[in-house]
Structures are given as structure tokens and as C-alpha cells.
DNA sequence: CTAAAAAGAGAGCACTGCTCTTGCATGCGA
DNA sequence: TCGCATGCAAGAGCAGTGCTCTCTTTTTAG
């Protein structure tokens, strides 16, 4: 039925990939203000319109790139999940904080990726379609992670103000119908909150303020995850 | 001693704020990266090259902007705060989260200068010495904020682990020395986060998530303060 | 084997940041 | 008050950018 691909669609996947990898190149290089598809194109031997052949413009070029690191950073905080749950299968609190950290290490990996994705929005501004499965990984992660502690030995959590349980309920049952509405407000409040430290440190607002990177980091993801009502294991 | 400034001076500055002017007007309306002093010029009525006499270059224009921007955050920040304990002088934790509001509020009314200063660094990454003064103004205000509920009430905090103690204490020192150091690391946390929260929201990552963002903010604003070991007033 | 589709090459447009030279007028010190 | 140095604007020009359009070559599919 479905044939190997003939060789100009290897070809052309072949291509597609070496022009993201020099693109990611130049990105980490000189940030995504001055990448340039021209530099592309040059750098790869080819001449600047042949790679409007692949990428319909600069703007989808970037949208692939970002496709591609929430798809990389989500990997490597599954990955780290993964191996946290099996070195303590109870310890929910060391998977929360996993988590965190892989995410922390990658974005200080590949500053000018994360920037990409959490930065700000450096086009035309409007997220396409295509990106909000791959942005989604690392927040359902979290959501996971809290929902195994839920059903194993719940979560102690503070009570929501009035004003708050109608957004409280939807967020819930938007999120996660299974888990209480205050659980799924102090999952989006440690989200954010958990963005907001790595932003800090790769954007270098923690420049000659924090010194110990490693040893703050890990105190506030642990804060984080009592924060979601998340008790260390036995 | 000092004079009027002579008619050439204050044309000068005439021209350096029209051209701030009319570069922030553009800023709101493409964003940072679509920024061009050709543009600034020509709507200006002057040649390109003529913008050079008052900014040496496209960075320094933004450089201009970036300390303008912290400088608007911060007032805003102080004028709210000052309001607030106007308002109820022992109330501490709605100081503080007059503080936060105010933080937001300008935020959200100015998204591109907030992405300005809060975004991913736009150039060369190097944030020059100007910046780092206004920059901290924010910051000093949570500090001021705790400090007075320290003095007045002390305040309740969770116990730092070990391995974050020798950072704290030099936290402390460089920030406040007069404040216990579990206190400083808990306002540098709720600093970072605080800004976590205000990016997510004018970044985009709460569309189709937050619906009712007022009342969102106001309880992790709420929640930020008594991480810091803020009670409310009586 | 041939027609159609895909890919590359190159020229060209409108724009950018930035530099350099030239000419002008303005505000300053004498 | 006057002369001139200084501050400033204008314009041309360079190298680079995103993107479009043609024209040719290659490859695939029928």
C-alpha cells in the first residue's frame, strides 16, 4: 500500500531538516532576531529562493523552530518524570520537582530556544494552530503528576476566595474534570510561577543577585510542589 | 549657577523626546522587532540619517525605551503602593498586592514595552549599566513592602534547607540587611514569580485557559504576599 | 516516453541599519 | 555686534534583508 517514499521526498525531509538544524544553529548563535534566511540558505550551499521552497516564509521558518523546542523541552521533562517515578514510585513531590528541574536545565541548555517559546512572541504575535499540542506537554505533565499524589493520598490545599470558584470550576473542568477545582487553580498558579524563575534566570534578571542558581532553583521547586499540596514520601 | 538651558539644548531635547515618542508609538503598534528608525524619521519629517545625531544607534533608541519602560512600571508600582498605605497604613498584604496589581495593570495596558524589559533580551543581550538602576525599582518596592510588615509585625516563614542557607545569607547581605534571610529568598521567589504570572498573562499562555483573569491574579497576588509571610490587616 | 510536477537559479523590488560627505545656519565667545 | 566653529540636516551610497517572479532543469508518475 504505501510504498517507500521515492528519493525526492527523502530528499526533500533531508532538506526541511538541514535547514532547521542551521537555522537552530544561528539561532543559538546570534538570537532570533538576526537569524536570516538568506544566511541560511547561504550557509547550506543553496541559493535564497530555492528555501521558499521548503519554508513559505521567515515567520514559518520560527514556527517550526518552536514547534520543535516545546516538543524538546517537553521530551526531556517526561523523560525526567519517567525516571523519577521509577527510582521512587512514591515520592510525588520528587516527581513534581523533576520535572522542574528538567525544564529549568533545558531552557539554561538552549537559552535562545526557550526564549523562542516563552519569550516574547516575536512575530506577528498569533500562535498558529500547530503549536499548541507541543506548548501543551510540560503543563500536562504538572497536571499528571498532581493527579497521581490526588489519588494516592490527596492534597492538602488553602481555600479558594468566592470570587474565584466560578474561573476555579471551569479551569477544572477544562483541565482536569477529575480533580478538584482548587488543586487545578494552584496547578496554573505553580505553572506560571515555575516559568516565571527559569525566566528570570535565563533573561538574566538573576545577574549579580543570585549566585547558587542550583541550590535556589530547587528550594522554589519544591516550594512549588507543596504549593499544589504535594507531601514529601515517606 | 546653572542656567536656563540655551534654546539649541532644549530643541535637542525636544527632538530626543519626539523621537521616543513616535519610536514607543511604533513599538505598541508592530512590536520591538518591527522597529525601524527609518520609519521613526519619516513620520518625523526627517531624514534617516539625521536620527543618528540624537541616538548612535537602533539599540540605544531601544536602550532609551527599556529604561523609560521600568521607569513607567516602577512609578506606577510606587504611586499604587503609596495609595495603598494611604488607605489602610497597617493593612501590609494589601500593600503588597497593590503593588502587584499595579504591576500588571501597566502590564497589560502596555504589552510590547512590558515585553520590552520582561521579553526575551532583543539584542546583543548585554543589558547596558543605565538599565540596571530603574530596573530594580520593582523589586525594592516588594522589599520596602515585606521590610515594613517585618518591622511591624514580623512575619512567618518556612524553614530553609541547608543547602540554601549560605545563599541566602549572602542574599540578605546584598539586599537587605536588615531582614532575616529565609525572608530575602522568599521575596526574591515571589518576585520571579510574580513576574511569571504577569508574562504568562500579556504573553499569551493563559488564552483559551484563564477566562476570568482579574479575579485569577488578585488570589495568586494575595497568595504571593503571604508567601512572603504576609498576614492580612485586622 | 511523454506530460506534469517539483526544485533550483537568478534577477529584481522595497525595505532595513548605518556611514560618509557636503552644505547650511545658528548660537556662542571675543 | 560680529565671525566662525559647532551642531545639525540632507543626500548618496553600501551591504544586508524578506520576498516574488520568471526561466530552466530535473524527476516523477501515468
Redesign the pocket.
Known amino acids: 500500500m504505501t510504498t517507500v517514499q ?4 527523502r ?2 525531509a533531508e ?1 526541511t531538516a538541514a535547514i532547521k538544524d542551521e537555522a537552530r544553529r544561528q539561532l543559538a548563535a546570534e538570537g532570533a532576531a538576526k ?5 541560511v540558505a ?1 550557509e547550506l ?10 519554508f ?4 514559518d521558518l520560527l514556527t517550526a523552530l518552536i514547534v520543535d523546542a516545546y516538543d524538546a523541552v517537553g521530551a526531556a521533562a517526561e523523560t525526567a518524570h519517567a525516571a523519577a517515578v521509577r527510582a521512587a514510585p512514591g515520592g510525588h513531590l520528587a516527581h513534581w520537582t523533576a520535572v522542574c528541574r528538567a525544564v529549568r536545565a533545558w531552557a539554561v541548555a538552549h537559552p535562545h530556544e526557550y526564549a523562542l517559546i516563552y519569550g516574547s512572541p516575536v512575530p506577528g504575535y498569533t500562535a498558529p494552530q500547530d503549536t499548541v499540542g507541543p506548548a501543551a506537554r510540560v503543563g500536562l505533565l504538572l497536571v499528571a503528576t498532581a493527579r497521581a499524589a490526588y489519588e494516592a493520598e490527596g492534597v492538602a490545599l488553602p481555600p479558594l476566595p468566592d470570587s474565584l470558584t466560578p474561573e476555579a470550576e471551569r479551569l477544572a473542568a477544562d483541565l482536569a474534570p477529575d480533580l478538584p477545582p482548587a488543586l487545578a487553580v494552584s496547578l496554573v498558579f505553580a505553572w506560571a510561577q515555575l516559568f516565571g524563575l527559569v525566566s528570570f534566570e535565563v533573561f538574566g534578571q538573576f545577574n549579580r543577585i543570585v549566585e547558587d542558581r542550583d541550590a535556589f532553583f530547587a528550594t522554589a521547586a519544591e516550594r512549588l510542589g507543596r504549593e499544589v499540596g504535594l507531601l514529601p514520601g515517606r
Open positions: 521515492g528519493a525526492r521526498a530528499a526533500r532538506i537569524l536570516s534566511l538568506r544566511a547561504r550551499g543553496m541559493v535564497s529562493s530555492a528555501l521558499y521552497r521548503y513559505p516564509s521567515r515567520d
